[in-house]
């Protein structure tokens, strides 16, 4: 019996931090969404971690990017990041300085160690809620088909598990250094290459995402994208199509999906859809 409850209580917080995890990205993306849905106002044109979309600069000197990414591994994250031009605008050579920040939630199988009386550890679903903010600044290069930025700063990451899971050493809050990198760039008139990548010392957290396109129509790309994330606790790889470029009004658009492969909740499928507006 007493087994029987633990497992119940253990299933009902999951779902608390869950459903509060929901609701804290939900609030994000309202955020976010009322800022896209005034741009003349504005004056302009893993399961884990943000994703920059590395695309062509627009805006005179501000960029807002916003991103939200799933799995069907029960993984759901939702990122933002502000880079805004030092002196003059980006599409100038010159310093950046960013602000971002993630927001989501992952859950997984763990084997607990036994609680006495018992000899033999239970397997139960861990659920985890992930929040993290960075403050960076950097230097980009442009010149007329290719741009590309290095950045450096301070990132803090705050992990919940419920229940604690003693062999995810990823839990709590933490501070540490991130470096992060870009590129986006038009070898000819019909193609396309952008990447990102990034690297804290909190959890050796490291991702990447390189993405290669053909011109569909006007500034539209499709093509393949791979992907590589994790940290101390996990790793996964990402590989798809997506479509980039796509314009409603000042926002542009992006979709991709394919498979993943996660080496602690295993294999699946992901969506990430990408939006860029900028003033």
Same mark, same amino acid.
């Given at each position: ?20 995890? $929901? ?17 003349? &106002? ?92 960075? $403050?960076?600044?950097?230097? &980009? ?21 419920? @229940? ?22 038009? @070898? ?31 500034? $539209?790309?499709?093509? @393949?994208?791979?992907? &590589? ?25 992006? $979709? ?24």
């Amino acid at each position: 019996m007493s087994t029987e409850n633990d497992r119940a209580i253990s299933n009902e917080t999951g779902r608390k931090l869950a459903n509060g995890g $929901v609701l804290r990205l939900g609030f994000l993306f309202i955020g976010i969404a009322a800022i896209f849905a005034f741009p003349k &106002a504005a004056g302009a044109a893993d399961w884990y971690t943000g994703d920059k979309s590395s695309e062509p600069d627009y805006a005179p000197s501000v960029v807002l990017d916003a991103s939200a990414s799933l799995t069907s591994k029960g993984s759901d994250f939702g990122a933002f990041a502000l880079t805004a031009a030092i002196d003059g605008d980006l599409r100038q050579e010159g310093f950046r300085a960013r602000i971002e920040g993630i927001a989501g939630e992952y859950n997984y199988f763990a084997t607990l160690p036994p609680v006495p009386p018992a000899t033999a550890g239970l397997q139960k679903r861990i659920y985890a809620h992930q929040e993290d903010a960075g $403050v960076l600044g950097g230097y &980009a290069w442009a010149s007329r088909d290719w741009t590309a930025a290095i950045f450096g700063g301070t990132e803090i990451i705050n992990t919940a598990l419920s @229940p604690l899971d003693p062999n995810n050493t990823t839990k709590g809050l933490r501070i540490g250094a991130k470096i992060a990198g870009e590129f986006y760039g038009n @070898p000819t008139h019909s193609t396309m290459l952008s990447g990102y990548g990034s690297y804290s010392t909190t959890d050796n957290d490291y991702y990447t995402r390189f993405k290669a396109g053909y011109r569909l129509w006007g500034n $539209v790309f499709g093509g @393949p994208e791979f992907m &590589a994330l994790g940290n101390q606790f996990y790793s996964e790889y990402r590989a798809g199509i997506h479509l980039t470029g796509l314009q409603i009004g000042h926002l542009s658009l992006g $979709v991709s999906g394919g498979a993943t492969s996660n080496r602690i909740s295993g294999s699946g499928g992901y969506g990430t859809f990408d939006a860029r507006i900028g003033f």
